[in-house]
């Protein structure tokens, strides 16, 4: 299934994107999932539709999302139901773990006292994405298109598995859990169950769902399209959206400058907006093109408002906004804007490269180089601290630790840097632990 992550920088529209490349996908005979985390009515005043809330009576076992709405042939729509699924949840794990409460005397919270808690809408979110991977084959969806929230957010949310998975192993090593064999026979004559036992029964749980996740979002069937509308102010944005998004080796399918300004107007003040906006996406197509495509949407006069006709044939409002057989304003539908926005490719145009590789240059240099792609980054925001066996990467507000290959653990850091998108760390062997020749 190909999995399209829709975000970009505040206010340029990526709702509307992600929907636009929903139908653009249906178009092509691909059952699509679009989703959203928007917790307020945008969605449904966007696709012109009552409600995306969950139906009543469902069992707690569903998955995380609202019950689908169909927007047209093929396409599907639902909402991440953080509030439900997070009562489900730990209503499930008070279930698992009546025993260990009642040793503590502790008292279970009742479903109608249970809110959601901050941060539980990004657990959410990534639970989603695991759990339309899971549906049996011919039941499920080709696409699975979802709205996410602002690049930085949504960087911080990619790299929250791999984050996870790094503090369990720190608090709870291999080393310590081979320890358990003798818990299930202390358990036994202690008649109760021990707390340790089903600590670690929960993490190995965790640690499952969270490579899941991981497996995911670091898919080959994984891309990002990211959504901007050309100015000034959102190119520094996007440079760090996509430097945060290379760092953690998220693949960039699209860049989509969105509600470009009709261009050769004689109003001055349209005039100049428009000029403003073809500087910054001259500027798009000098960063990003040809490696990754930029697709353009035109402004639509008015905010959209429903499919409008999924095969796209929309009337053409007139110099005065009619549509020229009753004088009224012409549909604005998100059809209308699916052609351009083009949908995502039934496999990715190509394989996403190891982007951490390690040249030798032992025999003309001395040192091995740990090369990293970087698009976006500059020298004032990065960061580089060397951990033991770790090398933990800043770029701006993001930052991710990296292990070091074998080759590299037996070197130091003998200097850095940033060259034409690429970061470069040099690594000299340490002659006390580098292999001697005999």
């Known amino acids: 299934m190909r999995t399209v992550l829709v975000t970009g920088t505040g206010g340029a529209g990526r709702t509307t994107v992600a929907a636009a490349t929903a139908l653009a996908a249906a178009r092509e005979g691909q059952r699509t999932l679009l989703l959203t985390a928007d917790p307020d009515g945008t969605p449904e005043a966007l696709l012109g539709i009552r409600s995306l809330r969950s139906a009543p009576g469902r069992s707690a076992d569903r998955l995380p999302w609202s019950v689908p709405v169909e927007l047209a042939p093929g396409v599907w729509a639902a909402r991440i139901i953080t509030d439900e699924w997070f009562r489900s949840e730990l209503s499930a794990l008070q279930d698992r773990g009546h025993g260990l409460l009642d040793l503590l005397g502790a008292t279970p919270l009742d479903g109608e006292e249970l809110t959601a808690l901050p941060g539980v809408e990004s657990i ?259 960061g580089l601290v060397r951990r033991g066996d770790e090398l933990i990467v800043g770029v701006g507000p993001f930052h991710r630790v990296l292990p070091l290959p074998s080759a590299l653990r037996r070197c130091t850091v003998s200097g850095a840097g940033l060259r034409d998108g690429w970061l470069q760390v040099r690594f000299t062997p340490d002659p006390d632990l580098w292999p001697k020749r005999l």
């Open 124 to 382: 959410a979110l990534l639970r989603a994405l695991r759990a339309a991977q899971t549906a049996p084959p011919g039941t499920g969806w080709d696409v699975l298109v979802v709205d996410m929230p602002p690049a930085p957010d949504t960087v911080a949310l990619l790299a929250l598995p791999e984050q996870l998975r790094r503090y369990l192993r720190r608090l709870l090593p291999a080393e310590r859990q081979a320890a358990r064999a003798l818990r299930p026979m202390l358990a036994q004559l202690a008649g109760v169950p021990m707390p340790a036992q089903k600590l670690y029964e929960t993490a190995e749980r965790w640690e499952r769902e969270l490579a899941a996740v991981q497996g995911v979002i670091e898919s080959e069937a994984t891309t990002v399209r990211l959504v901007v509308e050309p100015g000034p102010l959102a190119d520094r944005a996007l440079r760090t959206a996509r430097a945060g998004l290379a760092l953690h080796g998220c693949r960039v399918e699209a860049v989509i400058a969105n509600r470009l300004l009709p261009t050769g107007t004689s109003d001055p003040w349209l005039a100049a907006l428009s000029g403003q906006q073809q500087d910054a996406l001259k500027e798009l197509y000098e960063q990003w093109a040809p490696a990754v495509p930029v697709r353009e949407l035109p402004h639509l006069g008015r905010d959209p408002h429903g499919v409008g006709d999924p095969r796209g044939a929309e009337p053409r409002p007139g110099a005065d906004g009619a549509d020229g057989v009753d004088g009224r304003r012409a549909p604005a539908g998100l059809a209308a804007l699916a052609g351009a926005v083009g949908a995502p490719a039934a496999r990715p145009d190509r394989p996403a490269p190891d982007p951490w590789t390690v040249e030798d240059r032992l025999a003309d240099d001395g040192v091995l180089l740990w090369r990293l792609p970087l698009p976006g980054a500059d020298r004032d925001g990065l």
